[in-house]
């Protein structure tokens, strides 16, 4: 499997924004959820967006609910994550995978995102 590669992390200020892009295998059905994860320092990792492309239908963790939005472009092979209203406890390295059920072999460098005035 070749691992999915993240981007677009930054440095940003409290209440800006970033977009982070995921470029994926073509190996990964459209049909397949996709999602992204984060894992801030000390914490484990956790699922805050997911899109199922079949519908479209999309979730989110409820801290991040309302200032963030995933899209996804099949014909790209991408993947995006619209983060807006950026706090402190965003601060995290930011990774996509397949979702509910991350595939443990395609796992990235992620992208870091730090939030600080």
């Known amino acids: 499997q070749v691992p999915l590669v993240e981007s677009g992390g930054d440095l940003v200020q409290p209440g800006g924004s970033l977009r982070l892009s995921c470029a994926f295998s073509?190996?990964?059905?459209?049909?397949?959820?996709m999602g992204w994860y984060r894992q801030a320092p000390g914490k484990q990792r956790e699922l805050v967006a997911r899109i199922l492309s079949g519908r479209p239908e999309t979730t989110y963790a409820e801290s991040v609910k309302g200032r963030f939005t995933i899209s996804r472009d099949i014909a790209k092979n991408s993947l995006y994550l619209q983060m807006n209203n950026l706090r402190p406890d965003d601060t995290a390295v930011y990774y996509c995978?397949?979702?509910?059920?991350?595939?443990?072999?395609?796992w990235g460098q992620g992208t870091q995102v730090n939030v600080s005035a």
């Open positions: 073509k190996r990964i059905s459209v049909n397949t959820g």
């Open positions: 995978n397949t979702a509910p059920n991350p595939r443990d072999t395609v």
